[in-house]
Antibody
């Protein structure tokens, strides 16, 4: 069955960068788009962007343009999200989520990773 | 940019009761509205998409309705495992992807 497993918690200082991984199992990795979202403590959900694993094309939310990079490794069925120039407001749980339908931009998040807490603190 | 407003902020019910959650859009999103459930410490789970279609494995007690700017999620008979936060989301195939602020369903 479909599984999405993320890397572990991170603690970073302001100005640093963080790279979170998202390894997928149980389906054709190149056939479904992967999204990244985040959730600040006690807050709602925020969409950050998506990657098409086959070819690596990306689309980022305007808020994160220039500060985020999403990449994919088809050999390990893993996608990565790197966020730069971290500030305290980036403290959040970061999620990757697989699109619902094969090769569709539905922006429907059907399978989620368990989340990666990132804490930014001096 | 669309704004999604959910009400009420908190809904306190007993198991066995009916839950009615609302999501209002600041402009029409057609039927491109989804609902998610998030339990404490867990990732969200997709419940409903296209306003009224249940996602795979979602029990029939969850029903979505609405179109345009007014949407409703009804849980016909609340089960103990249904106490969680519920988010609506517009999914009209292009960014920005917007979520509502959430409705917390609490045990009364």
């Amino acid at each position: 069955q479909v599984q999405v497993v993320q890397s572990g918690a991170e603690v970073k200082k302001p100005g640093a960068s963080v790279k979170v991984s998202c390894k997928t199992f149980g389906y054709s990795f190149t056939s479904y788009y992967i999204h990244w979202l985040r959730q600040a403590p006690g807050q709602g959900l925020e969409w950050m962007g998506l990657i098409i694993p086959n070819g690596g094309s990306t689309s980022y939310a305007q808020k994160f343009q220039g500060r985020v990079t999403m990449t994919s490794d088809t050999s390990t069925s893993t996608v990565y999200m790197e966020l730069y120039s971290l500030r305290s407001e980036d403290t959040a749980v970061y999620y990757c989520a697989r699109e619902r339908r094969l090769r569709h931009f539905d922006y429907l998040f059907a399978f989620w990773g368990q989340g990666t807490p990132v804490t930014v603190s001096s | 940019e669309v704004v999604l407003t959910q009400s009420p902020g908190t809904l306190s019910l007993s198991p066995g009761e009916r839950a009615t959650l609302s999501c209002r859009a600041s402009q029409s999103v057609g039927s491109d509205l989804a609902w998610y459930q998030q339990k404490l410490g867990q990732a969200p789970r997709l419940l409903i998409y296209d306003a009224s279609n249940r996602a795979t494995g979602i029990p029939a007690r969850f029903r979505g309705s609405g179109s345009g700017t007014d949407f409703t999620l009804i849980i016909s008979t609340v089960e103990p495992e249904d106490f969680a936060v519920y988010y609506c989301q517009q999914h009209n195939n292009r960014p920005p992807i917007i979520f509502g602020q959430g409705t917390r369903l609490d045990i009364k």
